[in-house]
């Protein structure tokens, strides 16, 4: 036999060992305005940039070359200089009661999760906004993980779009049939911590001439960083949940460190300024259910003054248990006293049922299901985030 094939095959994949670095521009991610400005510095008329929006986020294409309304030579410049990049599935897994989810990687090799989320009216992408959180909410499984990083805007809105291949909804679907309607912010991270990056991504998610979301549809959870609540309000207006988790400060301060930098009144006060916030539109309280912490009729009664003459609701959320979690989750028949008790003053509190549980549907666990941190520098970092005044001062 002779060996000439073999040393063909051997030094052609040595050769292809290491594919340069891909440094063309990508087109996800990019602001109107800034997909504008890019195609008129590659010397193309300003609709070009319209047509390539549509393209992008209304027919979902990956290849430069698919975008056939665009002359060949307007492609193939486009193609030299620009990609249409998605992050890389690493895994995907569907639980019994349909909920779906991703291990997503960027380029450089961080990973985050998205889950889609099954509504009775369709269902929502849970999108993640950091790698790992500043964060160190006690009961979060996201809050034990180091900050590592945000994400720019194009991974935030790139983990939608990897959702919508997944279930083949491109073009974006316009006979309100599509399975993902409804995008919550709700992944790892505080957002609003990434506030330009989830802005911009957000804007491109709401674009009626591209995946066109209306911001009725779109809702931002986060623990309570006040001033940008306020910004979030004047510059999106999309829906609002808190995480509030606690009736008192004495409390707050204790389950979420952000709350000594942000306190109760503070944060009330940013709720009841929140543009549009009506009966029709009202702000969610996420609500952990914690056994004996703050689970009692009394804290129920106490929520109930706090939150007196915001338009809101409530989402009781049974724990969901990690290893090592510092705290058990409420019993069944206590959440239901909880909600009903909430439910007879007048407020919608529905118990949010658990999802995925038989894939670690719970923030940040898929993640960190291979990236566990050692206990002991978990224990240190817990202890220094009760200590640190404003959770958030080491972005
Ligand atoms: N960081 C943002 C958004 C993501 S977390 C925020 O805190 O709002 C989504 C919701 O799940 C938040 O209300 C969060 O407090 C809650 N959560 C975090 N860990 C949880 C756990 N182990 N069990 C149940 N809910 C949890
Ligand atoms: Fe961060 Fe939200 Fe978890 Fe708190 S609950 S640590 S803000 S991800």
Same mark, same amino acid.
């Given at each position: 036999?002779?060996l000439a094939p073999f040393f063909t095959f051997f030094s052609l994949g040595a050769m292809t060992q290491i594919p340069p670095p891909d440094e063309r521009q990508d087109l996800i991610g990019?602001?109107?305005?800034?997909?504008?400005?890019?195609?008129?510095?590659?010397?193309?008329?300003?609709?070009?940039?319209?047509?390539?929006?549509?393209?992008?986020?209304?027919?979902?294409?990956t290849d430069i070359q698919?975008?056939?309304?665009?002359?060949?030579?307007?492609?193939d410049k486009l193609a030299q200089h620009c990609t249409i990049r998605r992050p890389e599935i690493v895994r995907e897994?569907?639980?019994?009661?349909?909920?779906?989810?991703w291990l997503l990687r960027f380029a450089d090799g961080q990973e985050v999760?998205?889950?889609?989320?099954?509504?009775?009216?369709?269902?929502?992408?849970?999108?993640?906004?950091?790698v790992?959180?500043?964060?160190?909410?006690?009961?979060?499984?996201?809050?034990?993980?180091?900050?590592v990083r945000?994400l720019s805007?194009a991974e935030?809105?790139g983990q939608?779009m990897a959702?919508?291949d997944?279930?083949?909804?491109?073009?974006?679907?316009?006979?309100?049939?599509?399975?993902?309607?409804?995008?919550?912010?709700?992944?790892?991270?505080?957002?609003?911590?990434?506030?330009?990056?989830?802005?911009?991504? @957000?804007?491109? !998610?709401?674009?009626?001439?591209?995946? *066109?979301?209306?911001? #009725? $549809? +779109? =809702?931002?959870?986060?623990?309570?960083?006040?001033?940008?609540?306020?910004?979030?309000?004047?510059?999106?207006?999309?829906?609002?949940?808190?995480?509030?988790?606690?009736?008192?400060?004495?409390?707050?301060?204790?389950?979420?460190?952000?709350?000594?930098?942000?306190?109760?009144?503070? @944060?009330?006060? !940013?709720?009841?300024?929140?543009?549009? *916030?009506?009966?029709? #539109? $009202? +702000? =969610?309280?996420?609500?952990?259910?914690?056994?004996?912490?703050?689970?009692?009729?009394?804290?129920?009664?106490?929520?109930?003054?706090?939150?007196?003459?915001?338009?809101?609701?409530?989402?009781?959320?049974?724990?969901?248990?990690?290893?090592?979690?510092?705290?058990?989750?409420?019993?069944?028949?206590?959440?239901?006293?909880?909600?009903?008790?909430?439910?007879?003053?007048?407020?919608?509190?529905?118990?949010?049922?658990?999802?995925?549980?038989?894939?670690?549907?719970?923030?940040?666990?898929?993640r960190?299901?291979s990236q566990?941190?050692?206990?002991?520098?978990?224990?240190?970092?817990?202890?220094?985030?009760?200590?640190?005044?404003?959770?958030?001062?080491?972005?």
């Open positions: 036999m002779s990019l602001s109107r305005e800034q997909l504008g400005a890019l195609m008129l510095s590659l010397g193309e008329k300003p609709f070009r940039a319209k047509q390539v929006w549509h393209w992008l986020y209304h027919r979902g294409v698919a975008m056939t309304t665009l002359s060949r030579p307007c492609r897994v569907t639980s019994s009661d349909r909920s779906r989810k999760e998205t889950v889609y989320i099954p509504e009775e009216d369709r269902g929502a992408a849970c999108l993640s906004t950091q790992g959180c500043t964060l160190t909410c006690r009961f979060c499984h996201t809050g034990t993980q180091m900050l945000n805007t935030i809105i939608f959702a919508r997944s279930y083949g909804e491109w073009p974006t679907p316009t006979d309100d049939t599509r399975l993902l309607s409804n995008i919550v912010v709700m992944g790892m991270g505080e957002p609003l911590f990434n506030y330009d990056n989830l802005a911009t991504a @957000l804007k491109i !998610a709401m674009d009626p001439e591209g995946i *066109a979301m209306s911001r #009725r $549809r +779109i =809702t931002v959870s986060t623990s309570g960083v006040v001033p940008l609540i306020r910004r979030l309000g004047a510059e999106l207006a999309v829906n609002l949940a808190i995480s509030l988790h606690a009736p008192s400060d004495e409390l707050r301060d204790h389950l979420m460190p952000i709350n000594r930098k942000y306190p109760l009144a503070e @944060l009330m006060q !940013a709720c009841r300024e929140y543009p549009g *916030a009506s009966n029709a #539109r $009202r +702000i =969610t309280f996420q609500y952990v259910m914690l056994k004996g912490i703050n689970d009692s009729p009394a804290d129920a009664r106490a929520l109930l003054g706090l939150v007196r003459g915001i338009p809101c609701k409530f989402n009781l959320i049974p724990l969901n248990p990690w290893p090592g979690a510092p705290f058990e989750g409420s019993d069944d028949a206590t959440i239901e006293r909880f909600a009903a008790f909430l439910n007879d003053a007048g407020y919608s509190a529905p118990v949010r049922t658990s999802r995925g549980q038989d894939i670690l549907a719970a923030c940040g666990q898929l960190s299901a566990r941190e050692p206990l002991s520098r978990l224990k240190a970092r817990i202890a220094a985030g009760i200590e640190e005044e404003a959770g958030h001062r080491r972005l």
